[in-house]
């Protein structure tokens, strides 16, 4: 069955270092998201991306970078951490053909920034 | 400005009683709707959808949704609530009058369900 994985499912790092959260779907889908869940927030946009080579900002984006040089992964960068980076990411994606833009959610990964 | 709001933060039933999840936008299109579950510690499961072909959109486990124009409003409802739903509701919103496929989401209730 096709799906989509994220990992490390649990992350804790220092402030100041880099880390990859990577985020990898079977599904074939040209869309990818990464949102951040934090508590009373729902979940924020922090980048998308349309298809490989494609990369956009979201809300929330600023302190993380993606890239995609394929299709089935989105690996996103805190480019030195912080303490405010602390929450719960979840990647999702979605297919090009579907007007209704469903998105399709990976398990999660929680960061914890000391 | 397009927004999503979840009226209720927490909502609390007893079991067997019906549930009641409401949701209004605001948006000059008819979006996308949806409504997802997270249980504890897991990941963002679809529960139902509406894509414009029928206003009462019928869900997994039970949940149905009622989209009303005039209203702006997509309410989840359940006749009977069980226990195994205790979990956290987002309602979700693609908003079609961007070029963007990314959704929207509300700040989420907390359906709690008392034994």
């Known amino acids: 069955d096709a799906e989509i994985t994220q990992s490390p499912r649990h992350k804790i790092t220092e402030t100041g270092r880099q880390v990859t959260l990577a985020c990898h779907q079977t599904w074939n889908h040209n869309n990818m998201f990464w949102y951040r869940q934090d508590l009373g927030h729902g979940l924020r946009l922090i980048h998308y991306s349309y298809g490989v080579q494609d990369t956009n900002k979201g809300e929330v984006s600023d302190g993380y970078s993606v890239s995609r040089s394929n299709t089935e992964d989105l690996p996103l960068t805190l480019e030195s951490a912080a303490s405010s980076q602390t929450s719960v990411y979840f990647c999702a994606s979605s297919s090009s053909g579907d007007s209704t833009d469903t998105q399709y959610f990976g398990p999660g990964t929680r960061l914890t920034v000391l | 400005a397009q927004s999503v709001t979840q009226l209720d933060s927490h909502v609390s039933v007893s079991e067997g009683t019906p549930v009641l999840l409401r949701c209004n936008y605001s948006?000059?299109?008819?979006?996308?709707l949806f409504w997802y579950v997270q249980h504890p510690n897991k990941g963002l499961q679809l529960l139902l959808k509406?894509?414009?072909?029928?206003?009462l959109v019928k869900g997994i486990n039970g949940f149905e949704a009622e989209f009303k124009k005039s209203e702006t409003s997509f309410h989840l409802t359940k006749p009977s609530a069980h226990m195994s739903d205790a979990a956290e509701y987002f309602c979700?919103?693609?908003?079609?009058?961007?070029?963007?496929?990314?959704?929207?989401f509300g700040s989420g209730t907390r359906l709690q369900v008392q034994p």
């Open positions: 948006s000059s299109y008819s979006p996308s």
């Open positions: 979700v919103v693609r908003f079609r009058d961007t070029g963007r496929r990314a959704l929207t």
């Open positions: 509406y894509t414009s072909a029928a206003t």
